[in-house]
Nanobody
Framework: QVQLVESGGGLVQAGGSLRLSCAASGRTFSSYVMGWFRQAPGKEREFVAAIKWNGGSTDYADSVKGRFTISRDNAKNTVYLQMIILKPEDTAVYYC????????????????WGQGTQVTVSS
């Protein structure tokens, strides 16, 4: 069992940056693939980024590639999402998720979810 708690969301102007954190509880955190998803009002939840259990491989949606960086610290049971050059279209609730399989971007393949943190980018 893994419990996830996101933090770090907020209101930022376009071009600004934010760093999201996701603190996990559970002894098996380091064995999970960790992902970030987001959901804007009226839209489906979409994949943003994922990182393998050892941090050796990362995957990004095309819309955030080059602007977002996912990282993890297994000693702290925490995964991060550094976001720069934010755009109004990045506005959404951001969710942290844990799952067993890397490379599968659908939310259906993730077993555990946080409650989400709001990111709002003003133009």
């Amino acid at each position: 069992q893994v419990q996830l708690v996101e933090s770090g969301g907020g209101l930022v102007q376009a071009g600004g940056s934010l760093r999201l954190s996701c603190a996990a509880s559970g002894r098996t955190f380091s064995s999970y693939v960790m992902g970030w998803f987001r959901q804007a009002p009226g839209k489906e939840r979409e994949f943003v980024a994922a990182i393998k259990w050892n941090g050796g491989s990362t995957d990004y949606a095309d819309s955030v590639k080059g602007r977002f960086t996912i990282s993890r610290d297994n000693a702290k049971n925490t995964v991060y999402l550094q976001m720069i050059i934010l755009k109004p279209e990045d506005t959404a609730v951001y969710y942290c998720a844990a799952g067993p399989n890397y490379g599968l971007r659908s939310a259906h393949f993730y077993d555990y979810w946080g409650q989400g943190t709001q990111v709002t980018v003003s133009s």
